[in-house]
């Protein structure tokens, strides 16, 4: 493990807790359209896979609704008004980063949230200097595209490469790409739901992925 020199981090759920503000966006287009909120508990397990599978799980009749493509609309624009509401970084997560780029390890985020939500959060919290969201031109992950896209970028060699993330969409994704990963617990998935999908390796805390370096 101390060999690695470039970490990718997932986004949501890993480097920012940003899932009352998901539920917000949500929960507001839903109710444009006057359908039923969604719980908190309902958003965690459907964060993870980008937009559209976010609202599929939210919107009753999913893609088959009528009103889908406009109700992913709305969302983007309700998201755009409240992403910076309540979202903060996670316990741990500056100071990891601060003590990251003391040492000269590479850093990026590669994320399925929707690119300009990444653009703008990582604007705000961290200017990792290799941030990429859902974009036309890559497979959403666990496709591995953007994270190759990101070593590329950083010049990283799988070897010496890690991507921490929350959700079995992450070590999907570090699978395909043919780098380590390691799942945070502090997240929007359980250690039981993680186990379920084959994770190995653990960090309980920001702080503890120091120590695994």
Not at 16 to 28: G, I, K
Not at 190 to 197: I, P, Y
């Amino acid at each position: 493990m101390s060999s690695w020199n470039t970490i990718i981090f997932d986004l949501d759920g890993t480097l920012l807790d940003t899932l009352a503000d998901l539920r917000t966006a949500v929960n507001r287009a839903l109710a444009e359209f006057g359908y039923p909120e969604r719980s908190r508990e309902d958003i965690r397990l459907a964060v993870g896979n980008g937009t559209r599978v976010l609202m599929r799980e939210s919107v009753p009749g999913g893609e088959d609704n009528p009103q889908f493509e406009e109700l992913i609309g709305a969302f983007k624009k309700h998201y755009a008004d409240c992403q910076f509401d309540t979202t903060v970084p996670y316990d741990g997560i500056p100071e990891l980063l601060a003590v990251l780029a003391e040492r000269g390890i590479r850093t990026a985020l590669v994320s399925n949230k929707i690119d300009f939500a990444v653009q703008d959060l990582n604007n705000k919290f961290f200017r990792l200097p290799v941030a990429v969201g859902d974009r036309p031109e890559f497979a959403r992950k666990p496709a591995p595209d953007s994270v190759l896209f990101a070593m590329n970028q950083l010049d990283a060699d799988p070897e010496t490469t890690v991507y921490i993330g929350d959700s079995e969409v992450d070590l999907e994704t570090a699978k395909n790409a043919g780098i380590a990963c390691i799942s945070a617990l502090w997240g929007f998935r359980t250690r039981k739901e993680l186990e379920a999908a084959g994770a190995a390796v653990y960090a309980e805390t920001p702080l503890d992925l120091l120590q695994m370096l």
